[in-house]
């Protein structure tokens, strides 16, 4: 294994050992204040914990122009079922190999610690190439909300040429816009009674096993929703007889394809017989998804005290059919729009959160207009918050064209330069600064926002060859 390697995965370590979930980054944020000025750089936080630092241009290369590098702290923090792990408290416990870097039982969180490691690596041995001067931009709450971004003061933006955002997932890969996106929230006070007196058992159904995934990267691979998987269950045990649903609780985030749930109904049906339906169930969804390791388990809970009243219960289940999650429209062979049913919890009340896409800003006005009126038919009330805007791909981008010749030089191949279906924060800093000149590159990372997430360790040393020699060519353009 190579130098640069090792300690690009030193400085991911050290990142992994601190707990830093999204909302939740103080911590990591002043430890990386504090590494930068141990490193003599000059770091400051803003007040939404943001850290920014200021590099000098190597000598004589003072007139280049201002490239910032960008990464996000927050990590999608998820663990395998059954397994002990608290994102405010618990270190992510790392597992290596020769090909791969993963965690024990938990989203590794390359999304986007590696954006952070290798910045932190190249800023190390910054005095070894000639470089213009560089800027370095640690966000917060990417994963959440974009509040890190979306709070930025332009004036660490307004004076820079170039943004490199190291958040994407495929080193050969070089994308030049993402799609902007909606949460929408859904949401009903449950009027509660007492279970039907016919009624005796209550039974416990989860499903499990689906590939779940990042709802933007992975929206156009036919990733069964365990939350729409389980609504379609429901609707085939009704077949069978009838039950009352006291609870339906699925799903870690809204920008992450639920791979379980689970629900709780109370019913005269005998366990057996939904199981031996849901052996039949399992069989229709591999034969759809090929989801091998899709099953149902029943088992028998204790019967709760009070259950959905009828009318609420077909109001959920009109909303869980209503609402496509997928992929809505396609431009080529790329989603435009699409959405994610990711969460569903109930309680006093039942919540369900959406996150809907398009990499066309315009469009996103369209989603409102369409769930709401899916909730006037549903009986739901609904919320949405702010539209985050698509970042639009720049004609005749120097970044790109640099980025993609040296990357070529440097493999022997070229990069696949596209548009991203997935949100980035670069979008809110192009509209801070509609002149920033900004590519998204990173190390290939699988499965993130799920506990199979790993990095591809062989594309840690040329990602960083990329940075660096794509910095020195930026510095040479410009050292007349």
């Known amino acids: 294994m190579s130098q640069i390697l090792e300690e690009v995965l030193e400085e991911f370590s050290k990142l992994a050992a601190i707990p830093r979930p999204s909302k939740h980054e103080q911590a990591v944020s002043n430890f990386l204040r504090e590494y930068l000025n141990e490193l003599g750089i000059s770091a400051l936080q803003d007040l939404k914990w943001n850290v920014i630092a200021e590099i000098p241009a190597s000598a004589g290369y003072e007139g280049a122009p201002l490239t910032i590098l960008q990464a996000h702290m927050d990590m999608v923090c998820v663990a395998e079922v059954g397994y002990e792990y608290n994102p405010l408290r618990d270190p992510i416990k790392l597992v290596r190999n020769k090909k791969f870097l993963e965690a024990e039982g938990t989203s590794l969180g390359a999304d986007d610690g590696m954006g952070i490691a290798v910045i932190l690596y190249i800023l190390r041995h910054a005095d070894e190439f000639e470089h213009g001067p560089i ?58 009674t007492t279970p039907n007196e016919n009624f005796t058992a209550a039974v416990k159904i989860k499903i499990s096993g689906l590939s779940g995934g990042h709802s933007g990267i992975e929206i156009a691979d ?63 969804i591999e034969k759809i998804y090929g989801a091998q390791n899709f099953k149902v388990e029943v088992s028998v809970a204790q019967v709760p005290e009070k259950v959905f009243s009828a009318e609420d219960f077909e109001s959920l289940s009109e909303l869980i059919t209503l609402i496509h999650s997928g992929v809505y429209s396609v431009k080529g062979k790329n989603p435009l729009t699409s959405a994610n049913v990711g969460i569903i919890r109930t309680g006093e009340s039942v919540e369900v959160e959406l996150l809907a896409r398009s990499n066309i800003t315009e469009l996103l006005t369209d989603f409102i207009n ?111």
């Open 135 to 192: 800027r370095v931009i640690f966000t917060v709450d990417e994963e959440a909300g974009m509040s890190g971004a979306i709070n930025l003061s332009e004036k660490y933006l307004y004076d820079a040429a170039y943004l490199i955002n190291l958040d994407s997932e495929k080193f050969d890969e070089v994308v030049v816009g993402s799609a902007g996106n909606i949460k929408v929230n859904f949401s009903r006070e449950i009027k509660y």
């Open 222 to 284: 036919s990733r069964a929703n365990a939350i729409k998987i389980l609504g379609n269950f429901l609707q085939s045990i009704r077949e069978h007889g009838n039950f009352q649903l006291a609870s339906f609780n699925a799903g870690t985030a809204n920008n992450v394809i639920p791979s379980s749930a689970e629900v709780v109904i109370v019913t005269n049906l005998p366990a057996p017989d939904i199981s031996d339906a849901g052996e039949l169930f399992a069989e229709r």
């Open 370 to 480: 369409l769930f709401a009126q899916t909730a006037k038919v549903t009986g739901f009330g609904v919320n949405f918050g702010a539209p985050a805007p698509a970042w639009d791909f720049k004609q005749n981008s120097r970044l790109t064209e640099i980025v993609t010749e040296v990357f070529t030089d440097q493999n022997g191949f070229m990069p696949k330069v596209y548009i991203s279906h997935a949100g980035l924060e670069c979008s809110f800093f192009a509209a801070k600064n509609p002149a920033l000149d900004i590519v998204s590159i990173g190390t290939t990372n699988d499965d993130i926002h799920s506990p199979r997430e790993r990095l591809h360790l062989d594309t840690v040393d040329p990602h960083v060859n990329l940075i660096v020699e794509t910095l020195k060519k930026i510095a040479a353009d410009n050292s007349q």
